[in-house]
């Protein structure tokens, strides 16, 4: 993989301080980071030297202390700090010296796992232009490379679901699995990971109530603390919600994100994975118990608003907009944009997750995203870019018809009941789950379909949500700075 093969060359194994000069922007949609906190190193990115010698100075000055410090080619890098890190240039020619690099820059999105495991399986000179192109054609697209990539995923996965102890494993095991899913679609190359999903299911119904109680310094663990999140990590912010995007859509948007250096968290959704209930609470800093119209978004905006007052800002500096044409008066400091691309995508597909892989490849390719970014960096906004619940495959067990359930949602993947007289022999007919109610008010049961199943009419391939996999409840928190964007 792309991040194991820099930690070796950087030679991470045999260094505490190591310095990464990201010179061609490789390591932004990458899992580096991830892989070197898996390590013990503490990831610092390098803004200006002040800076970092306020925030780290006990960092330079301890030798025990791990740390891996990301700068641009741009940065300058003074001369102490050069000589207490290992220095590594994360480009094409320091890390593929046999290949032509101008070859694998004009590639465009090249999936960077699949070409460091070519390449470590090369042994000839290409750095000829059109045998770097071969190559690629060849070899790093092969179905044998790719096969050998999607295998090698499957072990890591496998080891990681059993090495579980912590939610932070959990948004590693949801990135793994996602690349792996859009290899798998794209090449039509098959992946089991039902094992995953029941050990997502049993974390989440013996431990999600718990992480209300957990910090994390690099996002909100829920998405219910977003807004405080942003409050006090930016003085002017936008969050983008794209409606409906899993790890799966960002691993394609992504692609559209090379220009921009962002960093990328994940956060939990609200459960049920619905619209109305987690997408309300990300913008309201609020549970699904505190929500005045959880089932409805009548009040979302208001929820928006009010949340953003309590945060300090007044009226004139709230902005709340639809779509990718949003645009915000010079006094708005605190900015909300909903986007429905993804969940339209996702209520109205036909051909599974094929279907959206092509559309969201489409999305990603139109740039409408990476446009609205651009221009409220440029307009000084920080840009964080999250969702409010994911999606997932699922097969109809036939529609679920006049049970007397006490809540209408869009979701199929779940049922509200209350004073339910035979809410077990529902339960046990289609083998539904008893959710323990966190967050959730106390006078409702409510009952989630088993991953990979849903009240659509029998046998009928969807996509949906308002569950508990890790495709509907894990979703990405991209983070973008705007004095790091508009040099």
Known sequence: MFADYVFEKSSAAYSNKILLIDAENLLSATDCCTLFSAHGFQVIHFNDDLTFRIQHDDVIQGKDIKCVLLAKSSDYIPYDIHKRFRCFEVSFSNLFPLLNSSALKDEGNINLDLLSMAYQRNYTDLKIYPLTQQFLRNKVYSRENMSAYLQECKKKLDAAVIAVKTYQDWFHIAELKSAMDVISVKYDIPIQSAQVQEAFKEFVLAGFGKLSASIDKDGPVLVSRAMEYMHGHSDKFAIIVMDGMSEFDWHILAESFKSIRYEKANA????????????????????????????????????????????????????????????????????????????????????????????????????????????????????????????????????????????????????????????????????????????????????????????????????????????????????????????
């Open 268 to 487: 939990f959704a609200m459960i049920p994975t619905t619209t109305s209930i987690s997408r309300q609470c990300l913008l309201s800093n609020k549970y699904p118990v505190q929500l005045q119209e959880p089932w409805k978004q009548s009040k979302e905006k208001y929820e928006f608003y009010d949340c953003a007052q309590k945060l300090g800002f007044v009226e004139a500096q709230i902005g709340y907009e639809r779509g990718y044409e949003a645009d915000f008066a010079a006094s708005v400091k605190c900015a909300a944009v909903i986007i429905n691309d993804v969940d339209n995508m996702v209520h109205g597909q036909k051909q599974g997750r094929i279907g959206m892989l092509n559309d969201v490849t489409v999305l990603s390719k139109q740039g409408q995203l990476l446009g609205l970014t651009k221009r409220l960096l440029h307009h000084g906004f920080d840009v964080y870019i999250s969702a409010d619940h994911g999606n997932t495959p699922c097969t109809g067990m036939g529609k679920l018809m006049k049970t007397g359930v006490e809540v209408e949602t869009k979701s199929r993947r779940m049922i509200v009941l209350r004073d339910f007289a035979d809410k077990q022999s529902l339960a046990r007919q289609y083998e539904l789950i008893d959710y323990p109610k966190y967050y959730l008010s106390k006078e409702f049961d409510y009952l989630i379909c088993e991953a990979g199943r849903s009240f659509d009419a029998k046998g009928e391939e969807v996509m949906s949500h308002g569950g508990i996999t890790v495709d509907e409840v894990i979703v990405p928190f991209i983070k973008i700075k705007a004095d790091e964007n508009n040099g």
